[in-house]
């Protein structure tokens, strides 16, 4: 829908008067008044307050009750990024429907009566998978991303002629609701700072969208140097521990007129997984904005809602070493991860309506929760069981390893299989050198769990075998890193495998169609098991169950379980990782569950070690802050009726 037909919507939508007074395309404008230190929205004084979330980290179903709360809470503006993985997943193959449809976004955030300020990237960083570019890029292995190489700004020119001229309506000028418009994403922070590279996307973007859009950047305090351009409106992220005044001083040395203004001011913070769930004081935050507010800075708030990596979209970082990004994107935001307002977006609300009116009227109601289970799973069969299915096409055969990126492999697991060349009957060493192994690895001989080579670790393993045994290694890719110097992040086996003198050679490889597999069907009997003892390692677990009442929002909980991913009827729900926690449990849109009585089906894949009882648990509020030690308290904390009914409960509603 375009803006200008938006307009007439508009006018049912909204009060009258506001309509009435809503300016013509052609006297719209946003723009710096740097004698004032402001910005003009159709030539009158203009501050936004803005937040952040990520249609791309929430059910397009509810897109809307989600702007609709960001509004009430006093904001006048959103933020948000474009993924340009999540639109081409193949080079020239464009996906903009569903959960994709930017333009519907946008026409929700219209008709919430948000304007918005755009970041497009094409590095967007944000916890995202390869931080937001596409890992094909990567089947050219020497390629050089964010620089001026050939090989990325071809790609970069593609992408965005699709991309730019399809939000150009939107423009404000041009009757659209978006403000301004971010170039890259704190790339003084990416070691390359190549200028030539920023000269060239500011010039993209100029070309294809015309002169009057106001462009920016953004970076943290330490990357103003390399990150800022001229020619496009310099702005600072930093969070409310930050000194404010030093950080505001150092900016002007860039904008020395215009108005301050912080693109990203977190309100919480990212969680790894192994590590301590991340938060942020309401009273830090909130003190923190009514300083800025006061200043009359125009102010971002990161995230005001961050929502969920569904699938395999995570992305990570590397502090050390490799520290995969959680499943819940939460960030201890205004609006929790399931849609509902925390006290913190009140705080906030209150500080806001000390500077410009708040929407009146009363905030939508917490979504409704559902309780239930336990739901025991049933063993559905091994993993190598199903190869034939997983791997249609068969193998790949190579004398080294192959990356994912090399056969075309872009996210999940793939299977690596090789063959004792000789009998082992001492245990002997194996490992993969150089911290080949990206991310974690599944070792099997002849379909016994040995157990798990990670990146960064030093630990190896100790195997025996037959001439002949097969070795199997299932490699996880656990999500690209979307932050550093090195986006390059490939994935599978980096190096050949060695065990004890011999390095490993003549390799299979089978990319896995795990989730077409889980989607559109499973075989109801079990597929034969060629080994004689039990199934062990990379396992199929599944149940189908009836929910009597009506459905509501849920949290999965896994307790006992290890690690692996989760479908429940057939959308991919995500990793857990119940062993390293510090998140517990995975967060159930109500959207994806058959209400009444109508079989819903659970799909685990348990990368490791199941329990005793294989069961879940849905529970109605998160488990998000329980590393593994901390776990055990937690669970007995939990009400006894909860964990030990032994028949699905009926709904209990909120
Ligand atoms: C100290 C590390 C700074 C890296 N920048 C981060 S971590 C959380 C946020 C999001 O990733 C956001 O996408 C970045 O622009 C800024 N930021």
Redesign the pocket.
């Known amino acids: 829908m375009a803006p200008k037909k938006l307009s007439c919507l508009r006018s049912l939508l909204l009060p009258l008067s506001l309509t009435l007074l809503l300016p013509q395309a052609d006297t719209r404008s946003f723009v710096v008044d740097r004698g004032h230190d402001r910005f003009l929205l159709d030539g009158a004084p203009f501050r936004y307050v803005s937040g952040s979330l990520h249609y791309f980290r929430v059910p397009r179903v509810f897109w809307a009750d989600r702007l609709l709360k960001m509004r009430w809470s006093g904001l006048n503006a959103i933020q948000f990024?474009v993924p340009w993985n999540y639109h081409e997943p193949q080079p020239g193959v464009y996906n903009f429907n569903g959960s994709r449809d930017l333009i519907a976004f946008l026409n929700e955030a219209a008709l919430a009566n948000l304007l918005v300020i755009l970041r497009p990237g094409p590095y967007?960083?944000?916890?995202w998978e390869m931080g937001g570019l596409p890992s094909w890029l990567l089947r050219k292995p020497e390629i050089h991303l964010r620089t001026s190489d050939p090989d990325f700004l071809a790609a970069v020119d593609s992408w965005f002629k699709v991309l730019l001229p399809k939000i150009y309506p939107w423009l404000y000028h041009n009757g659209g609701n978006i403000i301004s418009i971010q170039v890259e994403?704190?790339y003084g922070?990416y070691r390359a700072c190549d200028f030539s590279y920023m000269r060239h996307l500011a010039g993209l973007f100029r070309a294809l969208l015309g002169e009057k859009i106001l462009l920016f950047t953004?970076d943290?305090p330490e990357g103003l140097k390399c990150g800022s351009l001229r020619g496009l409106y310099t702005t600072v992220?930093f969070g409310p521990a930050d000194n404010m005044t030093k950080i505001f001083t150092l900016l002007r040395k860039y904008e020395p007129h215009g108005p301050l203004v912080n693109s990203?001011y977190?309100t919480g913070?990212?969680d790894y997984w192994g590590q301590n769930h991340s938060t942020r004081s309401v009273s830090a935050v909130t003190k923190g904005l009514e300083n800025m507010l006061k200043l009359g800075a125009s102010v971002n708030m990161?995230m005001f809602h961050g929502g969920t990596n569904f699938g395999y979209w995570n992305g990570a970082d590397k502090k050390g070493r490799f520290l995969p990004i959680t499943t819940s994107y939460d960030y201890d935001a205004p609006i929790s991860e399931a849609g509902d307002p925390t006290p913190k977006l009140f705080a906030l609300r209150d500080v806001i309506s000390k500077f410009q009116e708040v929407p009146l009227g009363p905030l939508p109601p917490p979504s409704p929760k559902m309780m239930l289970g336990p739901v025991t799973l049933h063993l559905v069969g091994h993993l190598l069981a199903f190869l034939d299915l997983l791997c249609p096409r068969g193998p790949i055969h190579s004398i080294l390893p192959m990356t994912f990126e090399a056969v075309k492999q872009d996210h999940g697991f793939m299977l690596y299989r090789t063959y004792m060349t000789h009998t082992i009957f001492e245990p002997t060493p194996f490992w993969v050198p150089n911290n080949g192994v990206h991310d974690r690895a599944y070792v099997m001989v002849d379909g016994v769990f040995q157990g798990v080579v990670e990146r960064n670790m030093r630990d190896k393993l100790f195997l025996t075998g037959k001439l002949g045994s097969k070795l199997d290694i299932l490699v996880e890719n656990m999500g690209r890193l979307?932050?550093g110097s090195n986006s390059s992040d490939f994935k599978g086996l980096l190096k050949p495998p060695i065990l004890g003198q011999t390095i490993l050679t003549q390799w299979m490889m089978f990319p896995l169609k795990i989730d077409n597999l889980v989607k559109w069907w499973f075989p109801l009997q079990l597929p034969k098991w060629p080994y004689p003892q039990a199934p062990s390692g990379p396992t199929f677990y599944s149940k189908t169950f009836p929910i009597l009442g009506s459905v509501g929002d849920t949290f999965l909980y896994l307790p006992g379980w290890t690690k692996g991913q989760v479908w429940i009827n057939g959308f991919n729900l995500g990793r857990y990782w119940t062993k390293q926690g510090p998140q517990q449990t995975l967060y159930v849109p109500r959207f994806l569950l058959f209400p009444r009585g109508a079989l819903n089906k659970i799909t685990l894949l348990e990368l490791e070690d199941v329990p005793l009882q294989p069961q879940v648990q849905f529970l109605d509020k998160p488990i998000l802050n329980s590393t593994s030690t901390l776990h055990r308290t937690h669970i007995n904390s939990l009400s006894a009726d909860t964990l030990s009914a032994s028949e699905p409960m009926e709904l209990s509603g909120h």
Do not use: K, Q, V
């Open positions: 990024y967007i960083c944000a916890e994403n704190e922070s953004t943290g992220d990203e977190y913070w990212l990161y979307s932050f």
